[in-house]
């Protein structure tokens, strides 16, 4: 059975260069059949939108900003709103009279952070084209940490580093987005090392446009594969399930129509607005969400696992969880430089808190140590306002997934929504510095049992 399966997959590598030469005819008519929809459908242009930032945020502020802010579809949130944070808000010229009522209300003292949004969305799309040109498209193995990478790019990424590396990797869908693209999981096993192997859910881009999230993911697969002369220990330590792009439709959808989409592209019934938060969408107190208006970015969908994409992943996580192959899950969002973990929907400490907490810690120190970056420890719900059926707290809870960790990554400050190209390579090195910690935390905790 292993030997058949190996050759297949060795037949698949030798068939690599006529693969990649068909991929990129394809990806040539897919890349005019995207030119031709931004086109024809158009971007949305963020000309004349400003960013406001606020003072640090109270935790009464932070439930008036839910109340009053972000339950209404002219504001839109540039990060996720955090405790103790100043929160950055997107309005158009025409409602930034209102905004500034309300934030002056709510004694937040708004100051302009941001002019002319598109001036800097346009600065990122510019520096990516640059940067392509540069590029020889089309070597085998191909990841890049000068850019960002889009989905297409993403997915041919995948598949090669499957079939360059058929001892340790193999690809996946773990099922299809509501406009049928594939959710793509990278397993890496050594197959080799010990029996108490732990197993490492790594879940980015649920939100579409927090793009640093998949580049994070893909670093750990670039130093798990092609950098395994270094992290070999790591691959001895833990079985990697790592799916780089949650949300497959929302982030087509901000690479070519709107930078700063958030959330799936599943349509509303009665309602104009498309798609629902897919991490607001999981079975875990779903009901006692309050984000009912399908056109806020929050919104939790009609009714649990609305959005196929997070059934999906709880029908993944669920057996894997409850199997034991799973111990360490972790999400990646944008922004705010907090690791945190559960709960959200209760103040109430998890069992295994202090072991939780210590974990965490001991990664942001590892992160740290890199070049100072400072990430802030918590529990979710010190953090956020009432993150009701978030899948953190669905992989602890119902998936029975021990270490569960949401991570806020750095973004924002004076440049952009997610950070400038030149700062990917450190964030991703940084934050495998702090992986590294966790995985070899929840090993030994995990051995010790
Ligand atoms: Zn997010």
Redesign the pocket.
Known sequence: MLFQRRRILSGHSHNLTVQVAKKMDVRIILLLLVNFAVISFGRKSYEGWQVYRTAPLTKLALEGLHKHVFSDPKFQVWS?PILNKPAEIVVCPKSRAKLLNILKKLNLSPKPFILNIEKFLEKERKEIENIKKQEIYGLINYVTFERYMDFTEITDYLNEVAANYPSIASLETIGSSFEGRPQNLLKLSSGSGSKKKIGVFINAA??AA?WIGPAVALNAIHQLTANLANNQAFLDMANWYILPVANPDGYVYSWDHDRLW?KTRRPNKGSKCVGADP?RSFDVHWSEGRETNPCVAFYQGPNVFSEVESKNIADYLIPNGLDGNLHLYMVL??YGQVLLHPYGYTTDPPININDLALFGSEAASALKAVRGTKYEVSNITNAFYHPYGNSEDFAYDQAEIPFTYTWELPGGAENSHDVPLSEIKPVVEETWEAFKSLVQSVYIARKNL
Request: without cysteine; aromatic residues 0%; proline residues 0%.
């Open positions: 996720q649920i939100h927090e958030r991490n969002h944008t």
